[in-house]
Every structure is written in C-alpha cells, then in structure tokens.
C-alpha cells in the first residue's frame, strides 16, 4: 500500500504527558500537512511543509505544539505538555504539483489521542 | 469565523433519487474547490474538483456545480447508491494563500435502501 500512513492509530495519555505522532507520506509528494479534526467539524489546518521547510503555521498551534520533517520524507508532531482540549483526530496529507497547483491531497487515517 | 459553510449537518436520501449537498464560502479569493468523502475511522478521500473558471464538473454519478457569484457550490449525486452513506466534506483554496484547503464543518449523507 503506497498511501498516507499514520502512526500510531490512537493514543490515550494523562494531562501534562508529552505525545509524538508520526507520518509517511506518498513517497513522490513534497508537501505535508497537518491537521486536526474535532467532533462535528472538518479538518482544521495546522502546518504544513514543502520538502524539509515548513512554510506555514496555524494560529492554532501553539508553543506546546511542533512539527518537523528532517529529510523531506517522514514527519513528526509532538505535543508537549498535553491538555485534555488537545483531545481530536490527528490527520496527516501530503500531495504533489500537478501544473501550477497542489491541487489534492491524500490523507492518512489519522491519529486518535485522547488527553485524560 | 468560518470561511467555508456546509450548513446542512445531515441529509437523508432513498437509494436511486437525488442526493444535493451544499456548501457556501464567504472568501472571494477562493478558486479552487474540493469534495471531499469521509467514512469512519478513514481519513478523507478526494471526491471531485472545480477550478473557479468553470461552473461545472462532471465525474461519473457526481457532479459539482460552482456559481461564483453566489459564493456557492453543490455536490449532486446521482442515482444515489448505500455506499455514498458518508460524510461530505466542501474544502477551498486560493492561490495567494499557498494553496492549502478551509475545510467545512461536513454534511452527514445517509442513502436508505
């Protein structure tokens, strides 16, 4: 299987805990997002890269919150410092250029936490 | 505030008829748009696009119309099928904004047999 892989599945921690979550992109796309999904929501953007730069991050994540992808393929989120309103759905996408524009992204299956 | 609005959370549809999802943006800098499908414990998948310099796309039993002047979209699926039972997500972009998506809050589909 060569799509979006997302690990590890779910997570449950204590408040206050440190969380790292991990994702593998479609091997020939550059750019990697970040988001996260709450209950009746869509996806919320958090970051994303392009190759190992992270271009853009969203006010929604804060200083407890970082992201890297230290040689353009894998990336890494890490949540420092947990609190129970960190509880969603984490869902990593990448995508390519096609023409002038990244116009789809494949999303993985996401990252359940959940901050007791 | 949100900048793309699915204001339907729920849609109930018989198998075979019509099912019409919209969606609305208040950003007019958005030109680019996508569909997305989510089914549980999946992340999404890509559905169909419109480019903001048509008003309509076509790919098989779906199709998206865009009027722009309007600032509103609809995602039409015909004949309507169980398996489209899913959440659908409207996501737009603008080129000036380095292309990523806002995404809407979902419309929930359920196609009853």
């Known amino acids: 299987d060569t799509g979006v892989s997302q690990d590890p599945r779910h997570k449950i921690t204590k408040r206050g805990q440190n969380v790292t979550f991990r994702c593998d992109p479609i091997s020939e796309h550059n750019r990697l997002y970040w988001y996260r999904q709450t209950l009746g929501q869509g996806p919320e953007f958090l970051t994303y890269?392009?190759?190992?730069?992270?271009?853009?991050k969203s006010r929604l994540l804060s200083d407890r919150f970082s992201a890297e992808r230290p040689k353009g393929s894998f990336s890494t989120l890490e949540i420092q410092r947990t609190e129970q309103g960190d509880s969603a759905m984490y869902l990593c996408?990448?995508?390519?250029?096609?023409?002038?524009?990244?116009?789809?992204?494949?999303f993985g299956p996401g990252t359940r936490l959940t901050v007791l | 505030d949100q900048q793309v609005k699915q204001n339907s959370p729920s849609l109930s549809v018989q198998e075979g008829r019509i099912s019409i999802l919209n969606c609305d943006y208040t950003n007019s800098m958005f030109d680019y748009f996508l569909w997305y499908k989510k089914y549980p414990a999946e992340g999404p998948t890509f559905l169909i696009s419109?480019?903001?310099?048509?008003d309509k796309n076509e790919d098989g039993r779906f199709t998206v119309f865009l009027n722009k002047s309007a600032k509103h979209l609809s995602l039409h699926i015909v004949p309507s099928q169980p398996g489209d039972s899913a959440v659908y997500f409207c996501a737009a972009s603008a080129n000036n904004y380095g292309q990523n998506f806002v995404f809407g809050p979902g419309t929930r589909l359920s196609v009853l047999p």
């Open positions: 996408a990448s995508s390519r250029l096609k023409g002038a524009r990244y116009n789809e992204q494949f």
């Open positions: 890269f392009q190759n190992e730069a992270q271009l853009e």
């Open positions: 419109i480019s903001s310099i048509k």
